[in-house]
């Protein structure tokens, strides 16, 4: 087994791989298997697991009486058989809802209580339609219930330097990863500077990034992980693996991991 040190703040913190020493970025199964089964459902989740995931990804957001579930969009039409933004809807309405393959919309503590310590968790935070943060505690909360945090089992993700900078308040511990869309040239070291405040890596998209910028933020002794659009995931993952990026999303974590074993 290998052993990656992350430092993250004044916290040290373990993450587990089985793959080679010479080259082994982290796999983070994209809301699941998304590729070959309905995404952030449990069909997703166990396949990736199955085919050799480290972390299965999870899109938070939260029902109208407060419940925290797995998905993605605001509106439930694209991949399910109801209507109406999720926050607007009852967690008794969404558990109605079907996915293709008729699937359930799952809760967070669903999850949990299904793969336990069995696998590891990538969580995606974010702002509701009003700007508000709504659902770091409740997040907090449920992690520390089910002692995953003091196991290293989770990572926690945003776009929103706001509710990272929460998440950090409500634990020093817990690694987090600024997302970003795009990067300012001109502004980029200033800007990796500024989240290494309180992230050890930096999400972007794979066309955002080059040796150029995989280098500054390797200096900056921070990670590098990277996610795809759907129609470029199999030709930028190469282009990635020779970046030698830290971690990388895959909406097939079998077809990633038969890439990584070509490469060695």
Known sequence: ?????????????????????????????????????????????????????????????????????????????????????????????????????????????????????????????????????????KLIDILNRYNLLENNQVIIQSFSAKSLKQVRKLNKEVPIVQLVQTWDAEKLSERIKDYKKYAYAIGISSQTLSDKEVKMIHDENMEVHTFFRVELEKEETKRMIELKVDGMFTNNPAYLNKLLDGSK
């Not at 209507?83 to 079907?98: A, F, M, P, T």
């Not at 008729?102 to 590891?120: A, M």
């Open 1 to 137: 087994m290998l052993f990656l040190s992350v430092n993250v703040g004044c916290s040290n913190v373990d993450a587990t791989t089985s793959k080679s020493i010479e080259y082994s970025p982290l796999i983070i199964a994209h809301r699941g298997a998304s590729e070959l089964e309905p995404e952030h459902t449990i069909r997703s989740y166990s396949r990736a697991i199955k085919d050799g995931t480290d972390f299965i990804e999870i899109d938070l957001r939260v029902t109208k009486d407060g419940k925290l579930v797995a998905f993605h969009d605001e509106d439930v039409s694209r991949t399910t058989d109801g209507k109406g933004d999720i926050e607007d809807l009852s967690l008794n309405h969404v558990k109605e809802l079907r996915t293709e393959k008729d699937q359930q919309v799952l809760t967070l503590e669903e999850i949990i209580k299904k793969y336990g310590d069995s696998t590891k968790y990538y969580i995606e935070t974010r702002e509701d339609s009003k700007g508000r943060l709504v659902m770091e505690k």
